[in-house]
């Protein structure tokens, strides 16, 4: 008896053989087309990198403010091309470090920044016209981007000159996170400012990263990583255009978010199948008009869910594949991850290790030769029609249930995704699945390990830096801005000018969440059982 073929992360086989008889039918002109042209599926840019490599932008961030400036100017000198950053929970749910709520979780996940004085702290000696910076961040990305807009004129630094990408992408927080703080339609609302603002202000920045990455990370498989993330931004396409906004107007500065997994073949065929059903939705579902609209340009980070704290020096090796994976899917710019981050924050010495991986991928090998060398091939191709299909069926069932935010109050794409994280867990459990050193090829004894630890002693030293902030700024100055920022909140108008006239005013990332909080409520996420 003939054994089963594999089964791709998606569901359907992978045959041992594939042919021409697998793409009956297909036609590559309107499959393909050319890189740089619609539909995009051989990538979003005629050369890709055989003029220069994709962004290496390495993802950092950890306790104060002056230790993670550290870490970013090792990465420059080290040769990246990017910065990203991570930044702690009470940043990224909109608390000071000395809210009560915020205690044992300073600076444990990335950065804490309270103020602009943390924001200056973070960049100091750093040119922001001569650095491209990412920000994940999501519920309070338009109030970071802001602080970040004051620390770039304090260098001297016209916003016309910034350029670089926040999340914002409030929706999948819903999903598969959790770190939203208000519901549904005020953060829309919110997308939607930032969004105006940035074309009026800051015209080099991309304005949102809609990410398929934490879904897949909460478990959801490739079909439903791009599904749930393009449903999503078709959600935040339409309520740009519902606010008054030309979809051409906005639409050439979305970004997107996507893992990398160890599962090389259909990662390149999830990447393709992206692009392709996107060109499709922006042309024929929104009637964009300039090509720039059509074209789906995304970050990868390789799957940090894939990474074992048993034997940590195999996830080099992991490493290495989803970072191929991704070049070889046409990534824009890529976020290759610690050996050592299943277990603690990277040290200095694994990050370095990170980026050299990339730098040995595009440098040392011929891939960046030349551009989508896996265009035409019978495996390839049939599997990027397998992905697009579920991927089609998944968005037509959201559809179905009244769109991205319908669905999300219904508990659907959590749902779908534990059922799938479910499934992979029982798999591993049973030895279906291999993990290498975690239930096959496993050690007697693992070596020990010294990882990066972060001083408790920051919560302090932030709360001494928030007293001193309160008691040394002009506390009416503070009131009246935060006062014009709930009456903004309360109305119509867009509430990035008022917020940024309290940030100057050093008011705090707490004071101006609790502001909005005061006018738009909080969100409590119903169960689906």
Known sequence: MAAEPRRTES??????????????????????????????TRGVYPSMYTGRPWTMRQYAGFGTAAESNARYRQLIANGTTGLSVAFDLPTQMGYDSDARIAAGE?????????????????FDGIPLDGVSTSMTINAP???LLLLYQLVGEAQGVAPGRLTGTIQNDVLKEYIARGTYIFPPKPSLRLVA???????AEIPKWNTISISGYHMAEAGADPAQEIAFTLANGVEYVRT?????????DFAPRLSFFFVSRTTLLEEVAKFRAARRIW??????????RNPKSWMLRFHTQTAGVQLTAQQPEVNLVRVAVQALA???????????????????LPTEKAARLALRTQQVLAYE??????????????????????????????????EELGGAVAAIETGYQKAEIERTAYRVQQETDSGERTVVGVNRFQLDAEEPYEPLRVDPAIEARQAGRLARLRAERDSSAVGRALTGLRRAAGGRENVLYPMKEALAARATVGEVCDALREVWGTYTPVERF
């Open 11 to 40: 569901g359907f086989p992978i045959e041992p053989l594939y042919g021409p008889e697998d793409l009956a039918g297909w036609d590559p002109r309107q499959r393909l087309g050319r890189p740089g042209e619609y539909p995009y």
């Open 106 to 122: 300073v600076g444990k996940v990335g950065v804490a920044i309270d103020s602009v004085e943390d924001m200056g702290v973070l």
């Open 141 to 143: 990305a338009g109030l």
């Open 193 to 199: 400012d930032v969004f105006r603002y940035c074309r």
């Open 240 to 248: 740009a255009v519902a606010a008054g906004m030309d979809v051409d």
């Open 279 to 288: 060109a499709r939705v922006m042309r024929e579902e929104f009637g964009a």
């Open 326 to 344: 991704a070049v070889l899917g046409g990534t824009q710019s890529l976020h290759t991850n610690s050996f050592d981050e299943a277990i603690a």
């Open 365 to 398: 090998t011929d891939i960046t030769a030349t551009v989508d060398p896996f265009a035409g091939s019978y495996a390839v191709e049939a599997l990027t029609g397998e992905v697009e299909a579920a991927a089609v069926a998944l968005l037509a069932r959201v």
